[in-house]
Nanobody, 124 residues
């Protein structure tokens, strides 16, 4: 059984940085991918970034390109989302997701497992 646990959210001022972590248990296949999504109040869940678990291939949504970096530590079964130059519009609940397939795109329906989410609030 795959479990995903996010941590690292918080309240920061615009321009600050945060690093989110997603601890994955039960995910052993190298042919899988991990993604980050976010959902702001009153808005649909949107794709943020993803990474192939067994490689270094990454994918980013346009609004976060150049500011966010997704990475993974295979030994720790952990995926990270380094968020720099945060903006108030980045405020949302951030979710970690895992796909059994090699899919690392933006379609939330292609991910098989989800974490409980962690709140990120950026004040202006």
């Amino acid at each position: 059984q795959v479990q995903l646990v996010e941590s690292g959210g918080g309240l920061v001022q615009a321009g600050a940085s945060l690093r989110l972590s997603c601890q994955a248990s039960g995910l052993t296949s190298s042919n899988s991918a991990m993604g980050w999504f976010r959902q702001a109040p009153g808005k649909e869940r949107e794709f943020v970034a993803a990474i192939r678990w067994g490689g270094l291939t990454t994918n980013y949504a346009d609004p976060v390109k150049g500011r966010f970096t997704v990475s993974r530590d295979i030994a720790k079964n952990t995926v990270y989302l380094q968020m720099n130059s945060l903006k108030p519009e980045d405020t949302a609940v951030y979710y970690c997701a895992a796909a059994n397939s090699r899919y690392y795109g933006s379609d939330a329906g292609q991910y098989d497992y989800w974490g409980q989410g962690t709140q990120v609030t950026v004040s202006s």
